[in-house]
């Protein structure tokens, strides 16, 4: 039990929620974030089009037909042989089942329905937590910060346990919840996505609103008790991954990716240009705002949260998704610090069902729709390319491929073996570096082809490297249409 003055603390540290999201009290903030959440699910049930969904769909393919994670790369040229941590692979699996049930049409509905229901929680997260119309602001500002990461992708799981996660953390800081129920949470995590660490960092923050919900004359050693659990309940957390089928090694993955950021964009710095860098940095100034407005004020812990997802969201392009998702319920408590506009209208509790069920039948009219016109990969995509590279060789197609191309050929060419793919942490930091200066035709670029012994490859027409294998090396182009052309050395084609 809490003592009246750790309640009063607490309250500074997680307030609970003030307002109820129940049809009977919705007015049209309410009906325009239905509309919202279920656009951006159909409008996610276009045709697949993140670049590594392929090679994730092979990874789960490769798990359940030999009932076992790899420990080494099967396929690549540039990686062969090297340790590879599937640290995503019950996704994999996941994605697996999908397509072999649905097609391609199941990645699609993987991504739609991961997407709603990801928006869906941080609309009642922010209804939960300040007036409709601040939450309305709140959530339109996530779609535009999240949708960088709307792939087809584990990571849209990663960002779904966030949301409880971050909860249940800010619940145990305030004696609501036990900080325990983290840790087999953490170890489902480590099994579907890389993104898994973030649980015991947010347990370890936790541990700093533990000590600061203490007054200051409780003393050192109350303080450390306090925080105790929390500090014990984050090692047990990183302890769980660290018993997932990957063992321990999980631990060492998520600082293996810093030395690949210089070659991936979406491990760049965010671009404040972009749809999700405006929803981003929008957000951040809209908390600048509120807390500038707030007729309360904010908590150490809180500052702490707030600071951390900042500075998650400006470290990578990848990072902003999450970052938006922990910002979520504290922009919109910060908001509704703020004082009260004049309360606008609600609709009577059955036009508001009415209107909820018009959308609702709205939204799965389009998705069905949608569904049955979109072609299941898009226009550009080299399946007759794919075809004819097969075709230009004898045996393995061993392939001098565009980086965004190595999971395509990973999964519809399965017996091609492409120089390189989406899997970056798996090669050597100075391969890659090589090799996409090959690709443009800089530095030593002859060299790094000769040590792949190519016998193929499928790039962009515009691709530096097509003029020098065909002008330079005497390779001969075996296909070619707008986007894509397939060239072989002299003695790789057929009679």
């Known amino acids: ?270 671009d404040v240009h972009s749809v999700w860098g405006i929803g981003f940095f929008g957000m951040v100034l809209a908390f600048v705002w509120a807390y500038g407005k707030g007729s309360r004020p904010l908590g150490a812990y809180e500052l702490t949260s707030v600071s951390f997802a900042i500075g998650l969201g400006l470290l990578y392009t990848r990072t902003v998704a999450p970052a938006a998702v922990l910002l979520v319920p504290l922009l919109a408590e910060a908001l509704g610090r703020m004082p009260a506009p004049r309360r606008s209208g609600t609709f009577p509790p059955a036009f508001s069902a009415i209107a909820l069920g018009t959308l609702l039948l709205l939204g799965t009219a389009g998705a069905t729709v949608v569904l049955t016109q979109q072609p299941d990969l898009p226009p550009a995509a080299p399946v007759a390319a794919t075809d004819a590279l097969v075709d230009a060789v004898d045996g393995t197609p061993r392939v001098l491929n565009e980086y965004a191309l190595g999971g395509w050929l990973l999964h519809f060419a399965p017996g091609a073996r492409p120089a390189i793919d989406g899997r970056a942490e798996i090669y050597p930091v100075d391969f890659v570096a090589d090799y996409l200066h090959a690709i443009r035709m800089v530095g030593d670029w002859e060299h790094t082809v000769e040590q792949l012994r190519p016998n193929s490859a499928l790039l962009h027409p515009d691709t530096p490297l097509v003029n020098g294998l065909r002008d330079q090396l005497g390779w001969q182009v075996a296909y070619e249409d707008a986007d894509w052309v397939v060239l072989v050395p002299p003695d790789a084609t057929r009679p």
């Open 1 to 270: 039990m809490l003592t009246v003055q750790e309640r009063a603390a607490t309250r500074l540290v997680a307030p609970r929620p003030e307002h109820r999201v129940a049809v009977s009290g919705w007015g049209v903030p309410h009906l325009v974030a239905v509309a919202l959440v279920l656009g951006a699910a159909v409008f996610c049930l276009a045709p697949p089009s993140d670049p590594d969904v392929w090679w994730h769909l092979r990874a789960g393919d490769l798990i359940r037909d030999t009932h076992a994670l790899p420990d080494a790369d099967p396929w690549s040229l540039g990686a062969a042989g090297r340790e590879w941590v599937a640290h995503s692979w019950l996704a994999e699996v996941l994605l697996s089942l999908l397509h072999s049930a649905l097609g391609l049409k199941g990645l699609v509905l993987f991504r739609a329905v991961a997407v709603g229901a990801l928006l869906a929680a941080l609309a009642v997260q922010a209804f939960r937590r300040t007036t409709p119309a601040r939450a309305l602001l709140v959530l339109a500002l996530a779609v535009l910060a999240t949708k960088g990461g709307w792939g087809e992708r584990p990571q849209l799981l990663s960002f779904l346990l966030l949301i409880p996660t971050a909860q249940l953390v800010r619940s145990a800081v305030a004696g609501a919840r036990s900080v325990w129920w983290v840790v087999p949470i953490t170890y489902l995590w480590a099994n579907l996505h890389g993104l898994w660490f973030l649980a015991p960092v947010l347990v370890a923050l936790g541990a700093l609103g533990a000590w600061t919900a203490e007054p200051a004359a409780a003393g050192v050693r109350v303080r450390a008790l306090r925080a105790r659990p929390f500090v014990l309940a984050a090692a047990a957390a990183a302890a769980a991954a660290a018993l997932t089928p990957n063992g321990p090694v999980l631990l060492a993955q998520p600082f293996r990716v810093n030395g690949y950021a210089q070659f991936v964009s979406e491990w760049g710095p965010v």
